[in-house]
């Protein structure tokens, strides 16, 4: 089991940063694609960020490359999401999700893979 807790959330105006980092504990041992997926109000779940624990390969949405930056600390089970220049279409729930395999892969950002979920915390850009 993996649980995962996230933090960092929070209200920005338009081209603000935040900084998101979710920790991982319980089964720490294993690679993971490990990142962030968001939800929007009356809106899918969709991915925005990933990153493979093993070798540090990195996959964005196209909404956010180039403005969001995915980050791994090893030692600390920890991935981080940079966002800058945020925009208002930004604002949604952020969730952490976890899958315990080696790579990520092109099906990086179909929900369904990703067995190990945190609660979300929220992030709101206004204009």
């Known amino acids: 089991q993996v649980q995962l807790v996230e933090s960092g959330g929070g209200s920005v105006q338009a081209g603000g940063s935040l900084r998101l980092s979710c920790g991982a504990s319980g089964y720490t041992y294993g690679h993971k694609c490990m990142g962030w997926f968001r939800q929007a109000p009356g809106k899918e779940r969709e991915g925005v960020a990933v990153?493979?624990?093993?070798?540090?390969?990195?996959y964005y949405a196209d909404s956010v490359k180039g403005r969001f930056t995915i980050s791994q600390d090893n030692a600390k089970n920890t991935v981080y999401l940079q966002m800058d220049s945020l925009k208002p279409e930004d604002t949604a729930m952020y969730f952490c999700?976890?899958?315990?395999?080696?790579?990520?892969?092109?099906?990086?950002?179909?929900?369904?893979?990703?067995?190990?979920w945190g609660q979300g915390t929220q992030v709101t850009v206004s204009s």
């Open positions: 990153i493979s624990t093993y070798g540090g390969t990195t």
């Open positions: 999700a976890a899958e315990i395999v080696a790579w990520c892969g092109s099906s990086w950002s179909r929900e369904a893979r990703y067995k190990y």
